[in-house]
């Protein structure tokens, strides 16, 4: 696709239920980075995929949360057992990851209603 | 510690008046500084990309400028149309960094016609 997809565009859950959502980078880009964007806050880095190394997890706020990357591009990040203050958009990006390319390209992002 | 801060939080204009939004940031290297534009509701839209102090990119009404501490993006003659949330970002090239951004909380522009 032309640009980075993201679904679904809305997720409502209750508390306690486990939640997926997908990321489609952009076609040959092998960085892949996931966010969080609660109300009045900045983005806060969660996770970083490259390539086929290891991720970088040191954004995850807990253990509820995961994330995997299959064949170096379509990603999901799951959330167990869901409370209130995860409520916040999820937006994915994507990057080529090369000096000088450096640019990271976002998505829509998931709106996550938690109730 | 690495930290982004954007001022003002929020901008009033009326449409034909020129102004500024600043980004300063404190990293340990610096491998680029980038500006995004968020419309309500959707994700970051990019604006710029700069690498190095002295740098200037344009894009009609916009431009963006870097130094070794902050960088402006410049709105000249804003139409109601450029009314967003402006988002600057840094990426660290030093510590352990793996090349996540590190997000300032934003400018609120508003332009009124």
């Known amino acids: 696709g032309a640009g980075v997809s993201q679904s679904p565009s809305n997720k409502v859950t209750e508390k306690g239920k486990d939640v997926e959502l997908r990321c489609d980078p952009i ?14 806050q900045g983005l806060e880095f969660l996770i970083y995929f490259q390539g086929n190394s290891a991720p970088d997890k040191s954004g995850l706020p807990s253990d509820r949360f995961s994330a995997e990357r299959t064949g170096g591009s379509v990603s999901t990040l799951t959330i167990q057992r869901t409370q209130q203050e995860d409520s916040a958009v999820y937006l994915c990006a994507s990057s080529l990851r090369l000096a000088g390319q450096e640019t990271q390209y976002f998505g829509p992002g998931t709106r996550l209603l938690v109730l | 510690e690495d930290q982004v801060t954007q001022s003002p939080e929020a901008l009033r204009l009326q449409e ?12 340990s290297g ?8 968020q419309d309500p509701g959707k994700g970051p839209e990019f604006l ?6 002295g740098e200037e990119k344009e894009k009609e009404r916009l431009k963006a400028t ?3 501490k902050e ?13 967003a949330t402006y988002l600057c970002a840094v990426s660290p090239s030093g510590g352990g ?14 332009v009124k016609p």
Not at chain 1, 27 to 40: D, E, V
Request: glycine fraction near 10%; proline fraction near 3%; charge should be positive.
């Open chain 1, 27 to 40: 076609s040959g880009h092998t960085a892949l980075y996931w966010y969080r964007q609660s109300l009045g």
């Open chain 2, 16 to 27: 034909g008046e020129s102004s500024s939004l600043n980004c300063s940031y404190t990293v």
């Open chain 2, 30 to 37: 610096l491998r680029g500084l980038f500006w995004y534009r």
């Open chain 2, 48 to 53: 710029f990309t700069l690498y190095s102090a």
């Open chain 2, 66 to 68: 870097l130094t070794k």
């Open chain 2, 71 to 83: 960088s402006f993006l410049h709105i000249t003659a804003p139409k109601p149309e450029d009314s």
């Open chain 2, 97 to 110: 960094s793996q090349g996540n951004l590190i997000f300032g909380k934003g400018t609120k522009l508003s």
